[in-house]
């Protein structure tokens, strides 16, 4: 083997070949290498080899100094706290406080800056090496909470001596330590989606965390047209999907070719998505939205979307508009987006036949796809899952739900893959007949309000509006490729508007003619009241004509 040190004797050779003297092209060996040629060529070798080198130092230096700072900062937290606490009780005894006395709740003062300001006898350390005094009543303290989202503003107590007995002190305590300690966590939920709906999801997050912090990045999906990761665990494995809302189709930041134009202001203002309806910056929320919906349902009406939540993940394999992807070092970037286990499947609906698949799993699919208004079910996004013994469909699981719920005023741009598919064309079960008209519309409506309160007044209407046809088109003996007709625009005249558009229309102009009218101004339930009684004589006047067929 020929070492660096032997090229370098051989450079400095005065033999013909290597000499630094000129030579005639016929008198030069073919192939022969010049100086120049060696110096490059181990130049570039050794830039490399130092270049991992430090690379590898770096991440090693980084480990252990987390590995080593870890127990320190929570045992140095916790002293701090202990001293602070007993500081802050010693003067609440000199001064008469009482734990029943009225609190303040925190509001939060920056939807961005997530700080919150509250009043309160002392607050806890910023840092467990500085031990502040006790302040004086009126004193405003800011107090971070990296916890906080961007989303909400929760209300809590603002102090443990002023507030209420729940929690205890002992847990308001815990509590404090605990997201102290965690406040570097390279993921968090967004305040509120983390429900008793998806506790499988807190399993697989945190070791999600641990995989991070061990170097494990997350891998970027070469299909599809936005910023989708594959998270993976320590081993590698992918186990869910994360969908980062500045990542969407036409999203500054996304890594595909549909980057927005930021030339006319901020892009998550209002600006107009891939889809007709919902805007950019809205898929990760609806991922959510359709969650909560399925869970919503009756089990047996429950199409299975995989359990989701609204995290927040920082790591550097995420794309920035401003950033080379082909930099050796990148930096750490801070992203809200869905966070979806992923779903292990055999192939998608495009792989079989359709006539294999049971009409028990088409039919909750497509109940799913008309409450939703879905406007992208193509075939990619139906995965199927075989029997272990067979070669059976056990399951069908739908996914990508980031355009569904669009607005009210934009519902003719749906796409159902399944409404060819033979078992959409045979009637709905009895139970699922009964189970469709037991769902209960304004309790999944206070629970996304509760659960997604940025979700817009338009999608929440477009909820309403497809839930009550697929309750009146089953009321009427109507099956899913029925029902779904009436919200799909005729093939081949995509200017021409849906059954489902012009019944909204109609209502409208019904409201604005009552109006103009002396009579009072309807009301939002009247208004709704009316549609449904447009879409059940719609439905009605649809079985009719199938009977008489």
């Not at 007993?86 to 005894?93: G, I, K, L, M, V």
Request: proline share 6%.
């Amino acid at each position: 083997m020929c070492t660096v040190q032997d090229i370098m004797t051989m450079a400095n050779d005065h033999s013909p070949a290597w000499s630094g003297r000129p030579q005639l092209p016929h008198q030069r060996p073919s192939g022969a290498l010049t100086r120049a040629d060696v110096r490059e060529e181990v130049g570039k070798a050794l830039a490399t080899f130092a270049e991992d080198v430090l690379r590898q130092e770096l991440d090693r230096l980084q480990a252990d100094l987390k590995s080593l700072l870890r127990p320190l900062q929570r045992q140095d937290l916790s002293a701090a706290l202990d001293e602070w606490w007993s500081r802050a009780e010693r003067t609440a005894d000199k001064k008469g406080f009482s734990c029943c006395k009225d609190e303040e709740p925190l509001t939060t003062s920056s939807l961005d800056t997530g700080t919150t300001s509250a009043t309160a006898l002392g607050s806890p350390p910023a840092s467990p090496l500085s031990l502040p005094e006790a302040a004086p009543d009126s004193v405003k303290v800011e107090v971070a909470t990296p916890v906080l989202s961007a989303f909400s503003s929760p209300t809590m107590p603002s102090s443990p001596l002023l507030g209420h007995f729940e929690p205890s002190r002992k847990d308001w305590r815990r509590s404090f330590v605990e997201n102290a300690t965690k406040a570097n966590r390279k993921i968090q939920y967004v305040h509120g989606s983390k429900c008793s709906e998806n506790d499988e999801v807190n399993t697989v997050l945190e070791e999600a965390i641990k995989a991070l912090e061990d170097g494990v990045k997350p891998h970027l999906v070469e299909d599809g047209l936005g910023g989708t990761y594959f998270v993976k665990d320590r081993n590698e494995a992918f186990v869910a999907v994360f969908k980062p809302r500045d990542e969407e189709p036409l999203a500054p930041n996304n890594p595909k070719v549909h980057a927005c134009d930021q030339s006319n202001g901020r892009w998550g203002q209002a600006q107009k998505g891939l889809k007709e309806g919902v805007l950019v910056g809205e898929a990760a929320i609806n991922e959510y939205a359709a969650f909560l919906v399925d869970q919503a349902s009756l089990p047996s009406l429950r199409a299975g979307v995989c359990p989701t939540a609204l995290v927040r993940v920082a790591n550097s394999a995420f794309h920035s508009a401003s950033e080379d992807r082909r930099s050796a070092f990148r930096s750490v970037k801070d992203k809200v987006g869905s966070f979806q286990l992923f779903a292990k499947h055999d192939c998608t609906s495009e792989d079989m036949g359709p006539g294999r698949f049971p009409d028990e799993h088409v039919h909750r699919i497509a109940a799913l796809d008309i409450r939703l208004c879905n406007t992208d079910r193509h075939s990619g996004n139906i995965l199927v899952r075989k029997a272990a013994s067979s070669s059976e469909v056990e399951a069908l699981v739908p996914i990508d739900h980031g355009y569904a719920l669009p607005g009210l005023d934009s519902l003719g741009e749906v796409t159902f893959e399944w409404l060819s598919w033979p078992a959409a064309k045979r009637p709905f079960s009895q139970a699922m007949r009964e189970e469709i008209r037991a769902i209960d519309v304004d309790e999944v409506e206070s629970t996304l309000l509760k659960r997604v309160p940025m979700l817009r007044c338009q999608c929440l209407a477009t909820l309403r509006t497809c839930t009550a046809l697929l309750q009146q088109g089953v009321e009427a003996g109507l099956t899913a490729h029925d029902i779904g007709s009436l919200m799909a625009r005729p093939e081949g005249g995509e200017e021409q508007p849906s059954v489902l558009e012009e019944l909204v229309a109609e209502s409208r102009r019904r409201v604005a003619s009552e109006e103009d009218s002396e009579v009072p101004e309807p009301s939002p339930e009247e208004r709704m009241s009316l549609l449904k009684d447009l879409i059940a004589a719609k439905c009605k006047a649809l079985a009719a004509e199938k009977a008489s067929a």
